[in-house]
């Protein structure tokens, strides 16, 4: 029994010796050093979103080794992009100067991305400051993509509207998840020659006509139409209007209603 006992505290001592082994193998102790915060998908690259407006946008920078009382500062610039600055980029704050916080482990560069952005690639490249780049980690390449819209589902919509009915709504959506912004984006669209309602007589639009606003930080935004009583069947076809900095799904690029008496 005590030989059994002997046994089981050997194995415990040494799985706990391996445990703090293996811990003290992710402390950096090295000198500090600067790099950019990479994906998940641990590559130096990521995708970007331009729109039809100017939008702000950043690039995470991190500090490896100990938190300073005091800021942090580095440089940073732009190496072999096909998005030139000012063109298609403008920094935010002064070009070229980023820096981390005092007590804190993470900055970012700053920039805002122009319509005329998507499609291409900024290039970032950390240089050193009051603590030297990483090596490893200085690179960080961004591919700006236009933001891609289109309708949501359903595309076609059939009423019979009456004196009592109610607003007709529907969506316009950012199909990727991660093109979120800070701002109110707002995105055009006509009333096709295809359509034979009469605006006044046969609906009229309760959201501003030709204007679909998808608010800050959402991925969606919405056009509401009152339709009337009709004679005869009509028909309400709304498109998309395409602009520099999106993309406008040609599958989805309309929405029809048949409206019946």
């Known amino acids: 029994m005590k030989s059994r006992i002997i046994i089981v505290g050997v194995v415990l001592l040494a799985a706990a010796a391996f445990s703090c082994n293996k811990d003290k193998m992710f402390v950096y102790e090295g000198a500090p050093l600067i790099e950019f915060g990479n994906p998940p998908s641990n590559s130096y690259t990521r995708t970007v979103y331009a729109a039809n407006v100017p939008v702000a946008d950043s690039q995470l920078i991190q500090l490896i080794g100990r938190q300073v009382s005091t800021e942090t500062k580095i440089g ?9 600055l000012p063109t298609d980029v403008e920094a935010i704050g002064a070009y070229g100067q980023a820096s981390i916080p005092a007590n804190a482990s993470q900055g970012k560069v700053a920039f805002t991305l122009k319509p005329t952005a998507a499609g291409k690639k900024l290039n970032l490249v950390l240089k050193d400051g009051d603590v030297k780049a990483s090596v490893n980690g ?12 289109d309708w949501k589902d359903p595309l076609t919509k059939t009423v019979k509207p009456t004196a009592t009915t109610g607003n007709d709504t529907m969506r316009v959506r950012i199909t990727a998840a991660a093109a979120r912004f800070k701002q109110d984006l707002v995105f055009d669209y006509t009333v096709k020659a295809t359509s034979t309602v009469v605006e006044g007589t046969d609906f009229t639009f309760v959201t501003p006509k030709g204007k679909v606003t998808i608010p800050a930080g959402q991925g969606e935004g919405i056009v509401v139409v009152k339709f009337n009583p009709v004679a005869a069947t009509r028909k309400l076809d709304l498109l998309l209007s395409p602009a520099t900095g999106i993309s406008v799904s040609v599958s989805r690029n309309t929405v029809s209603f048949t409206v019946n008496p």
Do not use: G
Not at 76 to 84: C, E, F, H, P
Not at 138 to 149: D, F, G, R, S
């Open 138 to 149: 200085k690179n960080m390449t961004l591919n700006v993509t236009a933001t891609p819209i």
């Open 76 to 84: 940073w610039d732009t190496l072999n992009s096909t998005a030139i």
